[in-house]
């Protein structure tokens, strides 16, 4: 009999013991896969956050508020601006990959009647229009307060664009490539009624849908019509220019710039801030890392534990392994005696050993490739489920399709990756048959049977 027929023949024989060895190699397997696969996710995972737009800053004027001579509260007008010359410098101060200049003013429309809000009338029918350059990252498509849900995002270079949300478009009866004119506003307040202060229209700006977005419901009340989530309207920055509500290359509102790195941010804003064009006294600086530093420490925290896990558990694996076939192999010297009598070498001895190991193994290992696939799903949404922010990526900025994508899978293994994983569990594996049988075979067979009786 061959050693191949001898090694089935016992792997058939002695279910016990192998399903015990086949138990061991399965579960150190998927072990180490799980652990090597949220060592490399969380490394991913911070690395994804980098190389997007991992912050931003954004720099705007302050507000004056004071209470008039009622005891109301009244904002003073901003009329301070900053001007296109003034961002390209602080472009310039490095590491800042867009500027998102931003403008405010209202619009109205003979084809577009807007949600009624508080003490709505024909004459504050109007909603407020945000201008800006990439309306993909702009704050509430960056945190998900709105979603694009049909055509595409506003984009550097766009003209005549604008978003409507979706409650909005569905009231009249519009949809994404429809055109109309929009008109300015400016909304007022006199005696106790919400008016236009804008009473003769002088101009007219004929706009196209180019998207459609969703926002979570709100609650209307005390809010004028303007006022109304549902009612915001996203616009090219030369709409308002149009309506003369804005200048051109002049932002009253705020403008807003992107870097990759959020380690880089406080470095970046320090450089910004030793610029002497801009008048710090009537602007300030808001900075957003996107929760980086928070999912970085949490990250790095699971990865220092994932080390430690994969040191005790490697040296534990490989001593309860060892010390299962140093077991198997003692309950086996009456045979290795019986073969060493009947002239079969020790090398085919530990052939047959090895065979009958590796064969286990080897099935043992593939079961566990299988099962670690749903194993890492369901790891990844428990571990990872609150880490992972979505990331505003440069195609889908400049495409305008959609300004956020989630990272892909993260936890799943790679398959070199696990072919590699397996090659060195096989290698101790087979060291570890040596080692345990080794003692063993390197007795006479007399030493052996003597040993036995």
Known sequence: MNVTQRAMLYILRK????????????????????CFGVLNGSKKLAREIRTSLGAAFYIRAYTQVSMNDKGEMEVKENDIHITKQETEKIMGTGDIKYCNPINYGFAKSDAIAFIPGDKHT????????????????????????AVLAEGKHI????????????????ANGLSVGDRVTLTHAKLGEAEGRYIDEIAVKTRYVQVEIAGIYERDEEDASGKPTAGIAANKIYASLDVLDGLKESETDVYTGEVDFYITDPSRLNAVTRNVLQLQSIDWTTHFIRTNDFQYSKIADRLASLGDLVKLLLAFG?????????????????????????????????GRIMAGFLLEVLSVALIALVFSYLVSLPAADFLEHSLFGGLQPNLLRDEAIISGKNGISPIETILKPGLLETLLLYTCQIAV????????????????PKEILSKMS
């Open 122 to 145: 024909e004459e504050n029918n109007m909603g407020k229009v945000t201008a800006l350059r990439f309306s993909a990252i702009a704050p509430d498509f960056a945190e998900e307060t």
């Open 15 to 34: 279910k016990g013991k192998t399903i015990s060895l086949f138990l061991v190699v399965f579960v150190i397997a998927v072990f180490l896969i799980l």
């Open 155 to 170: 984009t550097d270079g766009d003209e005549g664009k604008i978003l409507l949300s979706g409650q909005l478009a569905e």
């Open 429 to 444: 594996i087979m060291a570890s048959t040596c080692v345990s049988s080794i003692m063993m075979i390197r007795l006479q």
């Open 314 to 346: 490697s040296v534990a694996g490989t001593a309860f392994l060892t010390l299962l076939l140093t077991m198997r192999m003692r309950g086996r010297m009456q045979e290795a005696g019986i073969l060493l009598a009947a002239g079969i070498s020790k």
